[in-house]
């Protein structure tokens, strides 16, 4: 049997060792991640959740409320938090597994971190194939917990079967921003910290503006911290799914362009076309087009 084969089938059983190293060859494209990825066996019961929303919303401890509300129902659930990666030295703090540490010793939980590598959106191809990785590991539910960058994580609807969108009271302010952006992805609402000063009044406000959608989206409030209205939304989690007739190609398109788009710019060395940048930008008549033209070029 070879590496791939063998970790498949250490995967299919549950070993957690088997998982985090199939992962880590998968994250960072280590042989043999190809084979492995092409072994993989189609799961699509195994429900994603997307839990997106502004920074501060309060999404990491909304997942460790469900995850705890969920392994007492002895569900197996799996975590992938996706943390920001800088600009700067490409590292990630990879902080979300600091609020999630109650988790760390349940046999029912699995925890994993991966920076964004640079996605807009947060979602990078590393994302969508570690996620498909988990999925042969049969967990009940996998959580992907998103960067916190506002309405540019648009992108987790590609990826999530159903996307949930954390919300705080003091969001009421930006209700038409919300409408025109995370509106469209939502299939469902939590106002989280709903024990602050608002939280009804802005529930109320959302409740009005999904009734227009087909089908209406639900509005959860939540104080996850005291686990309060997590068992109402949890319920909601693990009805089964139902895709509309262009939901799943929708769904399988965008993972295709982010693969196909990850693969075709596996070429680009980003640390070389800084440090060449660095050095063009300040010669007399610069012009980035030009220079972007030209530096393709050298680098096929």
């Known amino acids: 049997m070879n590496t791939s084969d063998a970790l ?30 092409r072994q993989l066996p189609a799961r699509d019961n195994v429900p994603v959740i997307g839990i997106t929303g502004p920074p501060g919303a309060g999404k990491s401890t909304l997942v460790n409320a469900i995850t705890s509300h969920l392994v007492l129902k002895n569900k197996r659930i799996a975590i992938l938090a996706v943390d920001p990666t800088s600009p700067f030295n490409f590292g990630s703090l990879l902080g979300d597994r600091i609020r999630m540490a109650q988790q760390f010793n349940n046999p029912n939980v699995y925890i994993r971190s991966v920076a964004t590598r640079g996605a807009l959106g947060g979602i990078s191809a590393k994302t969508i194939e570690m996620v498909d990785v988990m999925r042969a590991a049969d967990f009940d539910l996998i959580l992907v917990e998103t960067v916190g960058v506002g309405q540019s994580e648009l992108e987790i609807a590609g990826l999530a079967d159903r996307t949930v969108v954390v919300l705080v009271p003091e969001s ?55 686990n309060e209205g997590v068992a109402e939304f949890c319920s909601w989690l693990m009805k089964p799914l139902k895709f509309g007739n262009d ?13 196909l788009q990850h693969y075709r710019m596996a070429d680009v060395d980003r640390v070389k076309l800084r440090k060449d940048l660095r050095t063009a930008m300040f010669e007399p008549g610069f012009n980035i087009y030009r220079f972007v033209d030209q530096w393709d070029h050298k680098s096929v």
């Open 8 to 37: 498949l089938e250490g995967i299919k059983q549950g070993n957690f060792i088997a998982l985090a190293r199939a992962l880590t060859l998968v994250e960072n494209d280590i042989a043999p991640a190809g084979h492995l990825l």
């Open 172 to 226: 009421g302010d930006e209700i038409q921003n919300i409408k025109s952006g995370l509106m469209e992805i939502a299939q469902a609402f939590v106002v989280n910290k709903a024990d602050r000063e608002g939280a009804d009044t802005f529930a109320n406000n959302l409740k009005k503006l999904v009734r227009q959608q087909d089908p209406v989206v639900p509005v959860f409030k939540t104080v996850a911290d005291k």
């Open 247 to 259: 939901r799943k190609p929708y769904l399988m398109a965008e993972k295709a362009f982010k693969i």
